[in-house]
């Protein structure tokens, strides 16, 4: 029988690597996950620190590169802030060199956990140099603001949104966005028991998720 994942090119877009302060993710090391993304027939898998969401996000990002030197299916996600130039992150030109020299693949914005509104006042310049270098952003579904979510998307038309973790009650807003933006996406993780992802590539095209 034909393995339609294996010949797919799946795609993961939500893996973390590491550890915490007092805790550790599924997957300590690139070698972990590695493993399991060839068990499962997944060619590639965005991923991040778990160390910079919860410990510090210099020092994760830095062990992000140590650790994933060396992996091609292991792609960099930066997590990152908008207070640029600060001694929690670097400056926009200095950012946007570690973007570029590292392969950073999509960078991961936390604005609820971090306590900032994701918008031009507060993250413009951060947002201007994303749209800038068209890097795909990611936003875990429960850390978004979606009220003001739509003028962001028109603001910064280069920035390819994806979130992440909407299920099947999401779709009163989800189907909106998909209709009245195009550079928003979803990840399909919480898609499961319900037929989201039909109607979705009917209605918006496969290229939304």
Do not use: Q
Not at 174 to 203: H, Q
Request: glycine fraction near 6%; include cysteine; aromatic fraction near 12%.
């Amino acid at each position: 029988m034909k393995n339609i994942i294996k010949d797919a090119g799946t795609v993961d877009v939500n893996c973390m690597i590491g550890r915490g302060v007092d805790c550790s993710y599924k997957f300590s090391t690139a070698a972990e996950l590695g493993a399991y993304l060839k068990k499962y027939h997944i060619a590639k898998a965005l991923t991040a620190s778990f160390m910079a969401l919860r410990w510090n996000i210099a020092e994760g990002n830095e062990s992000l590169v140590r650790e994933t030197e060396g992996y091609d299916n292991i792609l960099r996600v930066f997590i990152i802030s908008p207070h640029l130039g600060t001694s929690e992150m670097p400056s926009r030109k200095e950012l946007k060199e570690k973007l570029e020299r590292y392969k950073v693949a999509a960078v991961k914005l936390y604005p609820a956990s971090s306590g900032y509104p994701l918008d031009s006042f507060y993250a413009g310049s951060l947002l201007g140099l994303l749209d800038e270098m068209r890097m795909p952003v990611l936003i875990d579904w429960d850390e978004n603001n979606f009220s003001s979510f739509p003028k962001l998307c028109s603001e910064f038309k280069n920035i390819p949104f994806i979130i992440l973790e909407g299920g099947f009650k999401k779709s009163r807003i989800m189907y909106p966005l998909l209709e009245k933006t195009e550079n928003v996406f979803f990840d399909i993780c919480r898609f499961a028991d319900s037929n989201l992802i039909e109607e979705i590539v009917i209605k918006f095209g496969a290229e939304r998720l």
